[in-house]
T-cell receptor, first 111, second 109 residues
Framework: EAQVTQNPRYLITVTGKKLTVTCSQN?????MSWYRQDPGLGLRQIYY???????DKGDVPEGYKVSRKEKRNFPLILESPSPNQTSLYFC??????????FGPGTRLTVL | EDQVTQSPEALRLQEGESSSLNCSYT??????LFWYRQDPGKGPEFLFT???AGEEKEKERLKATLTKKESFLHITAPKPEDSATYLC??????????FGTGTSLTVIP
């Protein structure tokens, strides 16, 4: 089954404790992306990757890091999380300018 | 700056009452306009991609149209299972995607 998986689905952590949210897709897509979704602000792109070893900043990259060492995986790293990073996070993948397939989401709370 | 605005924010319809959702956009060189459906607690689900003005796509009770400045998602004779948030997004000449804040649709039996 074609899918994008994210782990964990739910995470509660404390300020400053480094964390990683994993994202994996099994569709051989070149393009992968991370979004955060906040009430009233919609989906905002954090980082995206056109292919292995190629990453670029989206609209809201501050406080986040990504890496793309393999085509199927695109982890999101929060080196020192802060409460304003409490949000619902989605990973997505696609072949270029066509439909993006979204993961199920990761709900992150930073205390 | 690339931007997407959706209206209305919320829409309540009686079952069978047709209506349209609007997506206005400004983008430098449109590469694609996308419609998604999002159910509570889930990731967006792809509906349509439109690439050029005049293009139309249909799927069941939904029909998406595109002009040079806006897109419409027409819902014909909606059913309660069509209740969801509908998201519009664009991709310009860069590689970023820009999303609107969505229209929350409720269809009352």
């Amino acid at each position: 089954e074609a899918q994008v998986t994210q782990n964990p689905r739910y995470l509660i952590t404390v300020t400053g404790k480094k964390l990683t949210v994993t994202c994996s897709q099994n569709m051989n897509h070149e393009y992968m992306s991370w979004y955060r979704q906040d009430p009233g602000l919609g989906l905002r792109q954090i980082y995206y990757s056109m292919n292995v070893e190629v990453t670029d900043k989206g609209d809201v990259p501050e406080g986040y890091k990504v890496s793309r060492k393999e085509k199927r995986n695109f982890p999101l790293i929060l080196e020192s999380p802060s409460p304003n990073q409490t949000s619902l996070y989605f990973c997505a993948s696609s072949f270029g300018s066509v439909a993006q397939y979204f993961g199920p989401g990761t709900r992150l709370t930073v205390l | 700056e690339d931007q997407v605005t959706q209206s209305p924010e919320a829409l309540r319809l009686q079952e069978g009452e047709s209506s349209s959702l609007n997506c206005s956009y400004t983008v430098s060189g449109l590469r694609g306009l996308f419609w998604y459906r999002q159910d509570p607690g889930k990731g967006p689900e792809f509906l349509f991609t439109l690439y050029s003005a005049g293009e139309e796509k249909e799927k069941e009770r939904l029909k998406a149209t595109l002009t040079k400045k806006e897109s419409f998602l027409h819902i014909t004779a909606p059913k309660p299972e069509d209740s969801a948030t509908y998201l519009c997004a664009v991709q310009g000449t860069g590689n970023q995607f820009y999303f609107g804040t969505g229209t929350s649709l409720t269809v009352i039996p």
